[in-house]
């Protein structure tokens, strides 16, 4: 009896093999697009945060600007409500303008 393996169950393992790596390989392809979405969400909404943040800090004109929607308030020219959005979050708050 010769001890080894034959050449159909060398074809098979390898087979396998390389069947088990491509779907390992996908997985971490998948894996690492969701890393990088989640991470531009995350500065988005950073982004959006220090915009209003930036408007606490500093009052603004009642006026809108390219990154601010103000909606200013019946009765009191002093309040508006700020409005940022961008793509996927959107941030409203009350807050006093100039």
């Known amino acids: 009896m010769k001890r080894g ?3 159909p169950e060398v074809c ?10 491509t779907a390992l390989l996908g997985g971490w392809n998948f894996f690492n697009r969701e890393v990088a ?4 969400r995350l500065e988005e909404f950073y982004n959006v945060l220090g915009t209003m943040e930036s408007l606490i800090a500093d009052r603004p004109d009642c006026a809108d600007s390219l990154s601010v929607r103000l909606i200013r308030v019946p009765g009191n020219p002093h309040l508006a409500w700020a409005v940022v959005e961008r793509e996927h979050y959107s941030l409203k708050r009350l807050l006093r303008c100039r």
């Open 5 to 7: 393996f034959t050449l």
């Open 12 to 21: 098979v393992a390898l087979a396998v093999f390389l069947v088990g790596t």
């Open 37 to 40: 979405g989640e991470r531009m």
